[in-house]
């Protein structure tokens, strides 16, 4: 299989192989796969609700991380008001 990554998927895995904690490109992927399985059993398929609040809740992530806004609304505020309609 072939996997072409984005640059930034590039230096993820070169960070990683540099900190020692990995000793191959194979060894963090596979790492990442697992942490993946963990995360998301595949046993039971998603409903789209889930895929919906999963969606939402890494919005708010990156809201949170960025502090991002919208015109003097927060994205968490415009989340609300999309919940009343």
Do not use: C, W, Y
């Amino acid at each position: 299989m072939t996997i072409n990554l984005t640059p930034e998927q590039e230096q993820i895995i070169k960070a990683e192989l540099k900190s020692g904690r990995f000793r191959t490109a194979e060894d963090v992927i596979a790492q990442a796969l697992e942490a993946l399985r963990k995360k998301e059993p595949t046993s039971s398929p998603a409903t789209d609700g889930d895929k919906h609040r999963e969606a939402v809740r890494e919005m708010l992530r990156f809201v949170e991380q960025n502090r991002v806004t919208l015109q003097g609304i927060s994205v968490r505020e415009l989340i609300h008001e999309g919940h009343r309609l």
